[in-house]
């Protein structure tokens, strides 16, 4: 069973067609990374997927169901967490809780659960501006995952993040991907961060009218050692693959990309 069909989609926005007759195909437990040339459609995409952006045609459909309005099937992490500031860590990651109806010592627990397998639980009482950059984007991980949504969408969520602090988020983002078992769509402009991660990297061509024009498997297995995969041969055979699929998209639309 797919988590996500996406059907010859099609979406408009400022009088520009930005997607035409897009087609993405995601299996239930999956993790497939939308990559693209900057400006593309992929944001477009995610909110499409989200029920945020209404389509012009086409369908998407969630676990069988097709989407019309935000759907609580679906939860999105951006590259700017969505922390009130005047919410602790505990009271953030409870939220989405208690917009559903749990209680709130209930969502408490919850949330203490969720931020202790993040190694957070001594930050539970403090406000955003307390936590540091990589604290922040685990506390907004722990948000979106502890309503138990069964697709997660991201977009670009550790792009903030040095390079330090974005592979411990990632190793620790993919240990609970593979615990709890959520499907994985990931929207990056980092190609190496796609095959490090997904099993599945989709390629979008150049917009506007922008489609699916490739997929291409990730030949790793999970649990997966991040920098013993970046060390294989076939790791670097795959990336410089489809990063020369990536410059010629680029080049239709007049951005350069350094070979």
Request: charged share 20%; net charge positive; with cysteine.
């Amino acid at each position: 069973m797919n988590a996500l069909d996406v059907r010859n989609l099609t979406v408009c926005y400022g009088g520009h067609v930005v997607l035409h007759r897009l087609s993405l195909e995601v299996p239930a437990g999956s993790f497939v990374s939308l990559v693209g040339p900057s400006g593309c459609g992929k944001t477009t995409l995610l909110r499409a997927i989200a029920g945020l952006l209404a389509s012009a045609d086409g369908e998407v459909v969630l676990f069988g169901r097709r989407v019309h309005r935000c759907s609580r099937e679906a939860g999105m992490l951006f590259q700017e967490n969505a922390l009130l500031p005047w919410r602790t860590a505990r009271q953030n990651v409870a939220l989405g809780l208690r917009f559903r109806g749990m209680p709130a010592d209930r969502a408490g627990r919850e949330a203490d659960r969720w931020l202790e397998r993040l190694g957070l639980q001594a930050f539970a009482d403090h406000y955003p501006h307390e936590l540091s950059g990589g604290m922040k984007q685990r506390v907004a991980l722990a948000q979106v995952l502890a309503p138990g949504p069964r697709l997660l969408l991201m977009d670009e969520p550790f792009a903030s993040l040095d390079a330090i602090l974005r592979h411990l988020v990632q190793t620790d983002f993919l240990s609970l991907v593979r615990e709890t078992g959520v499907t994985v769509l990931l929207v990056t402009h980092d190609l190496e961060e796609a095959l490090l991660l997904s099993e599945q990297v989709a390629l979008m061509s150049a917009g506007p009218a922008a489609r699916i024009i490739s997929m291409h498997r990730v030949p790793y297995g999970y649990p997966r050692d991040l920098d013993a995969v970046r060390a294989l041969p076939a790791f670097g055979n795959l990336l410089k693959e489809i990063w020369t699929r990536l410059q010629r998209e680029a080049g239709r639309m007049g951005w350069e990309m350094p070979a």
